[in-house]
């Protein structure tokens, strides 16, 4: 027994002994690899310059490289890039495509075309050449973004083009043949080119249905046919006299309208449309006779005064300014009158305008009464959208005054069977024309 536990013991510290050597082992490993990357980083800071050096070297010969490569292929492909330029360029001119475009289908809608039959000739070659120069230049370009943009946004502004000038067909070919070709050889995809293309489609054909359907329920029953045109002596009017025949035993009118307010081309005219006015009219039908003739300024003057000596006319806010009446002028009004928003404007209100437990105090605003007056100066019916107007006799307009207005010296006067009807002056003074373009003849 003695012997075994002897043994025993031995056995046991060799096992201690054989452990103690392993961990000195591994500490002089750890010990040996730490100095050594110790002594590599060392290495490596000092040697760092020449790395960040040799580093830079080798970025700057690959981006040599790839620039000799570039310019090698943007040698190759000198012409594409070119083209491409060239094709950028020439696809602004699809912009003034569009202008054009839309500045014509605007024309349709605000005037009459006509094309004198001789010119129609002359005006079909010269509006092609055009057609064919824009559609070349669109189809060279049809893959650059602006050339589809515009060829697609002008397509609707055909509309209005073929709708007011069926009867020139030297117009709508050449037109038509344009907006086809441009639209199908455009470079867009071709799923966008056919939803658009149903789309316009259905807009030209619903458009055309309605407003002729339009047309003819507007229709009335009556005929009109004009008997006699013509121009006044100063060539700033043009007159109609047209017969009306309906139920009633029909009537016969005069209607008039500027002749200054047109755009003249070579090969066509552009008629402005809106301004036509009934200056006289008799029931039933009856053989008008007209008469031009032309008068002075201080004549026609004297003639109204003469038949009636209290004539006034009243002056809009610019012939006010033109006058010099803007100066001092006020117009009284009821705080009732005036809207919500122009009472705050004026830093009033009434008690209609004060809301849940607003109070005037409140809201930094004066409480007027509905029936309390408000003085408002010119400046302040302009700035609140208001109208200015002020009653002046003609006895008190002077010379200077009917120029400043805008009245010639030799003014058109028309007769029709013996009886005045028209005065030129009365016109420019009651702005008979200006700014008051009527829309209905888009229904006649």
Sequence with gaps: MSEQRKSAR??????????????RALWKRIKKTTKRTANRCKEAVKNLPQTIKNGCRAMADRAKKKWRRLMKQAK?????????????????????YLIGVVMLALNCLLYRLEIPPAMQSGFCVRLSLICAGFAAVMIFTRRQIVTRFCIMAAMPFYFPIFLFNTEYKVLMIPLGLLGIVTFFANGAKEGTKTILGTVYLMFYVLGAFCYLNVLDLLKTSSVETVTEAGISPSGAYRYEIIEVQDQAGGNTYVSLEPNTYDIRYDHCTFYAMGYDKRIYLERPLTDFQPQWLTATRADIKNELIAINPDVAFTMSAAQMELLGLDKGYTKDYKASALSRSQRFALGICISNDLIGDQTPESEGLTLYKKSDIVTLTYQQIKELGLTAS????????????????????????????????????????????DNARSFGYLLE
């Design 76 to 96: 190759q492909n000198r012409k594409e890039i070119i083209l491409h330029a060239v094709q950028f360029v020439l696809s602004f001119a699809s912009v003034a």
């Design 390 to 433: 002020v009653e002046v006799k003609l006895a008190d307009l002077t010379e200077s005054d009917l120029v400043a207005l805008g009245v010639p010296e030799e003014n058109d006067v028309l007769l029709i069977n013996d009886k005045v009807v028209f005065r030129q002056l009365i016109a420019v003074l009651e702005d008979t024309f």
């Design 10 to 23: 031995e056995g046991g510290k060799q096992r201690q002994a054989g452990i103690g050597d392993v961990c």
